[in-house]
């Protein structure tokens, strides 16, 4: 069976990864050449697994999952055709970040956090059966105990009423901290991942500005010079861990789409719809000739010619851009 390293941190500073060694365990082999970027806790559904995938762009099912609550070491980050973010967690082994939680990289990693379905599925169909059983037994006893029973006296059935009164209301009230525990969760997901993506944007701008003064070249992809493609990729992956595609034409086709002129009838894209980190772009959707990165303030900074080089503009009227993507 081929093995597949997961990332894992053992009690030492070194990584560990684990690999399957049979259906129902798991082996633990050192691996000292990955390194952690960051740490994510499985926020799935209680009691199922994340899906784990081949690759990013169009990956297969492995037949394995990552356990709901379990923790786990991210050594690379991409984004897939359709803006959504990824994982690497293995030597080929990927997860949906949205499935995940941000966690500190002192918090120790999970063992034994990846399951077969086969073993899932048996354990859980005995442990149902088991319960099942158990469920029965104990319902029958309990009729038993009741039938039994003898309660002939008034102020034993008020007393009945009375408890039965106060479950009932106690069982309310757990519904009623149930659902505002769930709407809290709800809005502090929310509120972690702005401040994320704005942690982010602040990023992308300051490493933005640092290539301005540098020459142009077509092909080339940095860190001394940049064509408008290349500069994007640079950008987002050293300052935001994201790995946008190269050119134009596959970059216009990542994130949700801010702004596109054709829908816009004619008018150019304002400043007050758009956000720092945003993608801008000339030419068709099909077929674009050149992006930059908004950085704020009507201001963009991307590699424009060869006599340029890479500069900070302002938006204009005159040269506005034809499509927005959004990809933080």
């Not at 259906?23 to 970027?37: C, P, Q």
């Not at 999970?110 to 048996?122: F, I, L, P, R």
Request: with cysteine; net charge positive; charged share 20%.
């Amino acid at each position: 069976m081929t093995k597949h390293k997961l990332f894992k941190l053992g009690a030492a500073a070194a990584l560990t990864v684990t690999g399957v060694s049979a259906i129902t365990s798991l082996k633990t082999v050192r691996a000292a050449n990955f390194t952690a970027i960051k740490r994510v806790k499985i926020n799935y559904l209680p009691g199922k697994g994340l899906n784990i995938w081949t690759n990013y762009n169009k990956g297969k099912f492995m037949g394995y999952r990552a356990k709901d609550g379990t923790i786990w070491n991210v050594a690379e980050t991409a984004v897939d055709k359709k803006g959504n973010l990824w994982y690497k967690v293995g030597t080929r082994e990927w997860i949906e970040a949205r499935y995940t939680v941000d966690v500190g990289m002192d918090t120790p990693a999970s063992t034994n956090a990846k399951t077969k379905d086969k073993v899932t599925n048996v354990s859980t169909k005995k442990t149902t059966k088991k319960s099942k059983k158990t469920s029965k037994k104990t319902t029958t006893k309990v009729n038993n105990v009741i039938s039994l029973g003898t309660v002939t006296k008034k102020s034993t059935k008020k007393s009945t009423k009375t408890k039965s009164k106060a479950a009932k209301v106690k069982k309310a009230k757990q519904i009623v901290d149930a659902a505002v525990k769930k709407t809290s969760k709800k809005l502090t997901t929310k509120k972690v991942a702005s401040t994320q993506a704005s942690s982010k944007a602040g990023a992308i701008v300051a490493l933005a500005k640092q290539q301005v003064g540098k020459p142009y070249a077509w092909g080339a992809n940095g860190p001394d010079s940049f064509d408008c493609s290349s500069l994007v990729q640079y950008v987002f992956k050293n300052a935001a861990g994201m790995n946008l595609p190269r050119t134009t034409y596959d970059q216009v086709k990542v994130g949700q789409t801010v702004y596109q002129k054709s829908q816009a009838n004619g008018q150019p894209v304002s400043a007050s719809n758009l956000q720092v980190g945003d993608l801008l772009f000339w030419g068709s959707e099909s077929a674009p000739y050149h992006v930059a990165i908004y950085i704020g303030n009507n201001q963009y900074v991307n590699a424009a010619t060869p006599e340029q080089g890479t500069i900070l503009q302002t938006m204009t009227s005159y040269f506005a851009p034809t499509i927005v993507k959004r990809v933080l």
